[in-house]
T-cell receptor
Framework: KAGVTQTPRYLIKTRGQQVTLSCSPI?????VSWYQQTPGQGLQFLFE???????NKGNFPGRFSGRQFSNSRSEMNVSTLELGDSALYLC???????????????FGEGSRLTVL | GQNIDQPTEMTATEGAIVQINCTYQ??????LFWYQQHAGEAPTFLSY????GLEEKGRFSSFLSRSKGYSYLLLKELQMKDSASYLC?????????FGAGTTVTVRA
């Protein structure tokens, strides 16, 4: 069974640009969550999608957005990039997510974004 | 929101025992989780506690006290491959929030 796949793995952008990251969850998983990981802050929750609906959102500015497609694949977008957006962006999938989630998230390898 | 605290670093000797503490404050508590993350890799699920008490899984055990907002992860018979970051995560209000992680270094 294939794991969670994230693309691209590495990318470099400049301030003011925008970026789109993609995540393909494990087959059959309907919940996709996104996290930002930085050395000082650890894993910060961005948002969770379930059946194409954003079910929950973290405390990030509106420049961070996402969506989920009918096949459960998800994308996240960051517009008007800032230096502080440099981080590892992790996608995680689970069967149902939310309060029914037993916490067993399956993480992808992440997309490492560098903003210059 | 959630507030999760765990030590930044711990060092132990191969074969020893290490206990990683985690304290949290949250609303709508629905479980506490531990994840392991090796450098440059994705986090992997270790354990889940939703009721008070100890959950044992091989060399790893996790304990929860909901009234105290406290958990620990116990790693026994440490091996070199256990050198990693250990993340405490709390499910509250439909969100799974992570602590900053504890880097455990196992020395020969």
């Amino acid at each position: 069974k294939a794991g969670v796949t994230q693309t691209p793995r590495y990318l470099i952008k400049t301030r003011g640009q925008q970026v789109t990251l993609s995540c393909s969850p494990i087959s059959g998983h309907r919940s996709v969550s996104w996290y930002q990981q930085t050395p000082g802050q650890g894993l910060q929750f961005l948002f969770e999608y379930f059946s194409e609906t954003q079910r929950n959102k973290g405390n990030f500015p509106g420049r961070f957005s996402g969506r989920q497609f009918s096949n459960s694949r998800s994308e996240m977008n960051v517009s008007t990039l800032e230096l502080g957006d440099s981080a590892l962006y992790l996608c995680a999938s689970s069967l149902v997510g939310g309060q029914a989630n037993t916490g067993e998230l399956f993480f992808g390898e992440g997309s490492r974004l560098t903003v210059l | 929101g959630q507030n999760i605290d765990q030590p930044t670093e711990m060092t132990a000797t191969e074969g020893a025992i290490v206990q990683i503490n985690c304290t949290y404050q949250t609303s709508g508590f629905n479980g506490l989780f531990w994840y392991q993350q090796h450098a440059g890799e994705a986090p992997t699920f270790l354990s889940y506690n939703v009721l008070d008490g100890l959950e044992e899984k091989g060399r790893f055990s996790s304990f929860l006290s909901r009234s105290k907002g406290y958990s620990y992860l116990l790693l026994k018979e440490l091996q070199m491959k256990d050198s990693a970051s250990y993340l405490c995560a709390v499910m509250g209000d439909y969100k799974l929030s992570f602590g900053a992680g504890t880097t455990v270094t196992v020395r020969a």
